[in-house]
């Protein structure tokens, strides 16, 4: 005989379950996505025992609770809760539940910065926060947002108007993530990650004109393309 280890029946038969829970427990996970739902199961304590009177070892089967009947439809255990994919990661899932302040600045993320990273969007929303404490812009983040030939992303003839102005919840994952950041500016949880700026420009467009005749500006931060300023005439 060789060296090797020879398994007894009983982990045998260990080892087949924990194949047929793998199997079963993967559907379950697949379908729950395909479904919109999170599934948080209650654990099951050990696998039953088994007649043939072999000791059968434990195995935590807690992941297994929600599973497939034999026609393959999900079947979430009695014990087990679903939440909506939405609430879990906080996301509103219509325009009734969003106000318009959100909204508007979440388009505004999307238009000017959805291909920057976390914090470029989030240095975008701070502009339009800190123009908000100014009286230069207006008194609400919808209004700051919407002034003329401020924002691009809102100029009509802009490439990117046709593409905000009726953005919804749940339009992608690029614009809920712009979401919330939005959600989280409107209540006051976002903090400032452009020291004060409220002035920004694409780096890939030279000096604007209010940047030449600003002689007290100071760019505070660049993010990606977008360079940020504040002390803007």
Known sequence: MDGG?????????GVGLLGVAAFYGLKAYRQSQMNGVAVAAVPVTSAPAVS??????SFDLSWLSGAMDWTGSFVPAANASTTPISEVFDMPTSTATV??????LARTIYGEARSETQAGKEAVASVVLNRVKSPRWGSTIATVCLQPW???CWNVNDPNYPVIKDLQPRSSIAFDLCLSIAKRAASGQLRD?????????????GSPSWLKASPNAVMTVQYGAHKFYRGIA
């Open 193 to 205: 990650n452009t020291n004060g700026a409220d002035h920004y420009h694409a780096n890939y467009i």
């Open 5 to 13: 280890a020879v398994m007894s029946a009983s982990e045998l038969v």
């Open 52 to 57: 043939s009177g072999l000791s059968m070892p």
């Open 150 to 152: 401020q924002f691009s």
């Open 99 to 104: 106000s318009h302040d959100v909204l508007t």
